[in-house]
């Protein structure tokens, strides 16, 4: 694709936790759209009084707003927030407005940030090769990609975050211990509840997306390429495989490209 000339676009990412918004003018050629500008902030209505002064020079009223959401009452405030500082081009992204072909009987009950990584991620790869995406967020989502670019599916596990908070929720005893962003990985060995939890709880999610990773390889005809992206992915990429992959703005990137399409 040519590099083409956007009007400003805000692409909005509306995830169960987070709310993530990159600002693009530009899609380039190889190899992805990357946003000028990152914001993100929490679904909290208070939250989006920051994307005024994060946007300026530009502002709300001249920007293309497109929202990829898989959370529907962040993104309805997000929305109502938007028309009430004047915007007027607001694209609710859904699964027919991208350029992906879905191999699933209802591409509409697909998580719309499963298929914007995908359509990211055939920019990245070779023609004939099949892709792997690792999304590590409130959710774990292991998906593959084929070789003719189609999106066919995959597997959905709790997050590393998700699950501490449920393992803190459901028992007695146990704390709540923060799993955010972790910079390295804990030690296997716990000598004390709450290192034990983050033991439990990390090795166990690299563990669950490697054999899922194995199992989605082993029934292809070449080895395929292997993009992260998510919170926890950065210190989870270089304990997959030799050719994983950390995408920051995958999903950014790949609402920019619906946008240009």
């Known amino acids: ?17 987070r709310v993530k918004l990159g600002l ?18 929490g679904p909290d209505a208070g939250e989006l009084d920051r ?12 920007s293309d707003w497109w929202i990829g ?19 007027k081009r607001i694209t609710m ?19 719309i940030d499963r298929l914007l990584a995908a359509v990211a991620a055939n920019r990245l790869r070779a023609a004939v090769e099949p892709v792997i995406v690792v999304d590590l967020g409130t ?3 292991v998906d593959l990609v084929s070789a003719e670019g189609a999106f066919l599916g995959g597997a959905i596990l709790p997050g590393i975050a998700t699950s501490a908070r449920a393992m803190h929720e459901f028992t007695d005893l146990l704390p709540l211990v923060e799993m955010w962003k972790l ?7 716990g000598t004390a509840t709450a290192e034990a939890m983050k033991a439990g709880l990390y090795w166990g999610a690299v563990g669950g997306v ?27 990429a270089r304990l997959l495989a030799d050719n994983a992959e950390y995408v920051p703005h995958l999903t950014l990137s790949g609402i920019a490209l619906a946008a240009a399409q």
């Open 1 to 17: 694709m040519s590099s083409s000339r956007l009007g400003p676009v805000v692409a909005v990412d509306v995830g169960n936790s």
């Open 24 to 41: 693009f003018t530009t899609v380039d050629g190889q190899p992805l759209p990357l946003p000028a500008h990152t914001l993100d902030i």
């Open 51 to 62: 994307i005024g002064p994060w946007l300026s020079p530009c502002d709300v009223t001249s």
């Open 69 to 87: 959401s898989v959370q529907r009452e962040v993104a309805g405030r997000l929305v109502g927030w938007l028309r009430g500082h004047g915007a």
């Open 93 to 111: 992204i859904a699964s027919g407005d991208l350029p992906l072909t879905v191999s699933l009987p209802r591409p509409d009950r697909v998580g």
């Open 139 to 141: 959710a774990i989502t």
């Open 183 to 189: 910079g390295e990985p804990p030690p296997p060995l």
């Open 210 to 236: 490697r054999e899922l990773v194995a199992r989605l390889s082993a029934g292809l005809d070449s080895r395929p390429r292997l993009f992260l992206t998510g919170g926890a992915a950065p210190s989870v």
